[in-house]
Nanobody, 125 residues
Framework: QVQLQESGPGLVKPSQTLSLTCTVSGASITADRSYWSWIRQSPGKGLESIAYIAYTGDTSYSPSLSGRTSISRDTIKNQFTLQLMSVTPEDAGVYYC?????????????????WGQGTQVTVSS
């Protein structure tokens, strides 16, 4: 059973960089046809895909957040990490790490097979 666990600071100051890590168990992040992603839900808004990293190491970013976002992985620790730079209060919300297997991947917040429990992020000085 694939399990994902988010970790990171619950509180970030405006203009700082948010860094979240997802620790994966039950599967390798380099497993064939696997995709690993971050999704968030801000207050009063729907789910929003942020970025994903494929088993190959290829990455994809949401155009609305591109330029502020970086996704990377540590294959030794079996973790992948999201960095969101220059945060504002609009970046507050619950952040989920998710995963799926398939022949392709799209940066949409549906169709993900495995979800972490989510971690609350507050942006405030």
């Amino acid at each position: 059973q694939v399990q994902l666990q988010e970790s990171g600071p619950g509180l970030v100051k405006p203009s700082q960089t948010l860094s979240l890590t997802c620790t994966v168990s039950g599967a390798s992040i380099t497993a064939d046809r696997s995709y690993w992603s971050w999704i968030r839900q801000s207050p009063g808004k729907g789910l929003e895909s942020i970025a994903y990293i494929a088993y190959t190491g290829d990455t994809s970013y949401s155009p609305s957040l591109s330029g502020r976002t970086s996704i990377s992985r540590d294959t030794i620790k079996n973790q992948f990490t999201l960095q969101l730079m220059s945060v504002t209060p609009e970046d507050a919300g619950v952040y989920y790490c998710v995963a799926r297997r398939g022949t392709s991947c799209h940066l949409v917040p549906i169709g993900w097979d495995y979800w972490g429990q989510g971690t609350q992020v507050t942006v405030s000085s």
